[in-house]
């Protein structure tokens, strides 16, 4: 209601309960169209959640963007989010970075991330 158009929110919380962070427990949201998702810590809601979220994304004219936040971790847990990533046309997202021990998973996610990339270039040259 009070956000900028495109911008949306699916999810709020969280369920790590980080000692510096007050968001609140994990709720998911009835999900509502936009580009933009907003959400404290999309990666972490349930697969059905997710995947619906990805294929709202893939219906906007807009190239996605996941400018609330994802956790590296939850992606490492999930390799599966890696092709919706590719799917929905993914312009912008962004990490977690809030305390040391997040720095593994953060190098594990961008090898996950890259390897996507490098067989989506393998897929092209083989079908060229």
Known sequence: ???KRGYTIT????????????????????ITEGYN????NLLACSEGHIR????MLKRQPERAMLTGGLEAAQLCRKPWV?????????ERMYFAYDTPDDYEPLVQAGKLLRA????RATRRRATS
């Open 1 to 3: 209601m009070y956000i």
């Open 11 to 30: 999810s709020r919380g969280c369920p790590n309960s980080c000692w510096f962070c007050n968001v609140g427990p994990l709720h998911e949201l009835p």
């Open 37 to 40: 998702v907003l959400d404290d």
């Open 52 to 55: 619906a979220v990805f294929d």
């Open 82 to 90: 890696v092709d919706l990533l590719r799917e929905a046309r993914v």
């Open 116 to 119: 996507g990339s490098r067989q």
